[in-house]
């Protein structure tokens, strides 16, 4: 923590203003306005239009349902009534003279959405990282390097000479044989390494991560990996993975959480149940895509043969088919659990459960909305446990059989991550449209909820 020695704060936002209040309460006017052309301009017909419109949007999730959870002709059957379902719906408009009042109460809607999100959205304060200014930049970096990983980034990108140039010196993962980067590491650091960094998938980064923070040493991310999920959510570069060596000669520090499932460290997730088994499957690496559509019918149908049960805050769920446990909270929209991630410094655990018995849990799961088969629980701790002695987990993308009970903790502020002081950031999260934040914000001033996002 010595190095810590100023925190750059973020400019002052503004996001409480009076602009926000009058934004909250041009949402209700404009979604008055909606209810009001559908009633005027449309009168009855309105009504069966309405109606028509509820039944398509119903019909729509129910068919990306059945394309999730189904295989083969029954799938793209699905796929097609989700196409045409919208499609039958402006056409009814159409007919009965109507679509331009079907349009224009769509438009007064989502500018309403707009509105409402714009005024919730939640203030730098509530979503930026803060930043530390290091007292000096490494002496001795130390860089592991992955020519094989996201098709070969590290010689496109001429990582290892690039690194050289800037003093530091560079491990290239070359040969056939696997290697302990962990260990190599450790040797790092015993040579008088004051830096790690890792140009390679997230399962490298988080070994290697794990050494930094037990040693207290700066860690740096270059993004060479295929996704780079870490990545992406410290605000790095993804499209030129050489900026990222900037951190060396003008960094900040970030102090962010690293959490771990039994005795492994992760920096993004651990994942249990159906998606794990996705993990597991040998195609996963080739076609993540292709694999998750291929195994996902089993998530939604049952999940893997022994029932899971989570444990947290002396509550237990029982037979979810798929738990995230996640480095800080993901985001809900995004059914593999790979949204992004607002903070990596919370110091909590984000656990989502997901549990589908009937078609209504599944809608509100696609909508990546707060549902009964949507369990989401913030907490230290969390415990993992099965029947089977050993269950798949896929720890940062990487497949694993883990003994079970599988405990997950959070190392709250244990990683110090150096990145460049010039990088693309994080966008500011989405926010949740909340009507009773948004009543509270647009009648007396701001509400407490206003910071909320998905």
């Known amino acids: ?119 919730l959205a939640p203030s730098a304060a509530d979503w930026r990282m803060p930043e530390f200014q290091p007292a000096s930049m490494a002496a001795r970096p130390f860089l592991i390097m992955n020519p094989r990983s996201g098709g070969g980034k590290v010689g496109k990108f001429d990582l290892k000479r690039k690194a050289e140039e800037l003093g530091a010196e560079v491990f290239l993962m070359s040969g056939p044989e696997r290697v302990n980067v962990a260990d190599v590491a450790r040797q790092a650091v015993a040579n008088g390494a004051d830096l790690l960094g890792v140009a390679g998938g997230d399962g490298t980064q988080a070994m290697v991560a794990e050494v930094a923070a037990d040693h207290e040493i700066p860690f740096v991310v270059i993004t060479a990996g295929t996704r780079n999920h870490f990545a992406l959510d410290l605000g790095l570069d993804r499209e030129d993975p050489a900026a990222c060596l900037g951190a060396l000669t003008d960094g900040v520090d970030l102090r962010v959480d690293l959490g771990r499932a039994g005795t492994k460290t992760f920096v993004n997730n651990a994942s249990f149940g159906a998606y794990a088994e996705v993990v597991q499957s040998p195609a996963y690496r080739d076609d993540k895509i292709g694999a998750t559509l291929n195994l996902l019918p089993d998530l939604l149908s049952g999940g893997s043969e022994a029932p899971l049960a989570v444990r947290a805050h002396d509550a237990v769920l029982a037979g979810p088919q798929a738990v995230l446990v996640g480095n800080n909270p993901y985001g809900t929209g995004d059914l593999a659990g790979l949204s992004r991630r607002a903070r990596l410094d919370r110091g909590t655990l984000g656990v989502v459960s997901v549990n589908v018995g009937s078609a209504r849990q599944a809608a509100g799961l696609l909508r990546g909305a707060r549902s009964d088969g949507l369990s989401m629980q913030l907490t230290p701790e969390v415990t993992i446990d099965s029947a089977d002695a050993r269950i798949p987990v896929g720890v940062d993308g990487e497949a694993l059989l883990l003994p079970t009970p599988v405990r997950c903790t959070i190392r709250s502020g244990a990683l110090r991550v150096r990145v460049p002081r010039d990088r693309p950031g994080v966008p500011a999260p989405k926010a949740r449209v909340d009507w009773t934040a948004l009543r509270h914000l647009a009648g007396r001033g701001p509400s407490r909820m206003a910071g909320r996002h998905a």
């Open 1 to 119: 923590m010595a190095a810590d020695v100023e925190e750059v704060r973020p400019p002052a936002d503004a996001g409480r203003s009076p602009a926000r209040r009058w934004l909250a309460r041009l949402s209700f006017l404009l979604a008055a306005a909606a209810v009001a052309v559908l009633a005027v301009e449309g009168g009855l017909a309105s009504i069966a239009m309405l109606a028509i419109g509820l039944a398509s949007a119903a019909v729509s999730l129910a068919a990306g349902f059945w394309f999730l959870a189904g295989r083969g002709l029954r799938r793209w059957l699905a796929l097609g009534l989700l196409i045409a379902s919208p499609i039958a719906a402006l056409i009814a408009f159409a007919f009965a003279n109507l679509l331009w009042v079907a349009a224009a109460s769509a438009a007064a809607w989502l500018l309403a959405g707009l509105a409402a999100k714009v005024a």
